[in-house]
């Protein structure tokens, strides 16, 4: 893990006593390309949206012909490993609330496996070149990718969820 950009422990923090364990086989996609690096990124994806800038998601070779059936303008949920994140905060003191909240409770990257989820939409898409660009995202350029799913009104929505 390059640890260059692991911020420090805030007050209230807790790491976990132990090492997070490390023996998933996680194949990533592709790529994302966004004009985000260390010091200039958005906080969270309406960040990003408020910014305008888009970016592009690239998919590896072997993957291109997954892109069938997805069409401009439609949602797609982007799954991406933030490889510079600390995995070992299970206790968090974000700046955005008054006390410290369990990672659980939080969308911070920061936690035990850095996959982050964020709802985008579909600007253009390339399929022959595996290229799909979106509105916007909120990690740094060179973001390794998970996994892609459609956005789906009727099942993305939890049924009756009480909004924080």
């Known amino acids: 893990m390059d640890t260059t950009h692991i911020p420090e422990i805030r007050e209230g923090e807790e790491t976990l006593d132990f090492a997070p364990a490390q023996d998933a086989s996680v194949t ?5 390309r966004s004009p985000w ?13 408020e910014d305008g800038r888009g970016a592009t998601i690239e998919l590896a070779p072997g993957y291109v012909r997954g892109l069938g059936g997805l069409a401009v303008g ?7 490993w933030m490889n510079h994140a600390r995995r070992d905060l299970i206790v968090q003191a974000p700046g955005h609330v008054s006390a410290p909240r369990g990672t659980f409770a939080l969308r911070s990257p920061n936690r035990p ?22 509105d916007a995202i909120d990690c ?14 009727g099942i993305d929505i939890p049924a009756g969820a009480a909004i924080p």
């Open 113 to 134: 496996n850095p996959i982050t989820l964020s709802a985008v939409t579909i600007t253009a898409i390339d399929a022959a070149a595996g290229r799909v660009e979106i």
């Open 74 to 80: 439609q949602g797609l949920l982007v799954l991406y």
């Open 28 to 32: 990533f996609i592709g790529r994302i």
């Open 37 to 49: 690096g260390p010091g200039n990124c958005p906080r969270n994806i309406a960040g990003a949206r």
């Open 140 to 153: 740094f350029d060179g973001t390794p990718v998970v996994d892609l799913k459609p956005w789906l009104p």
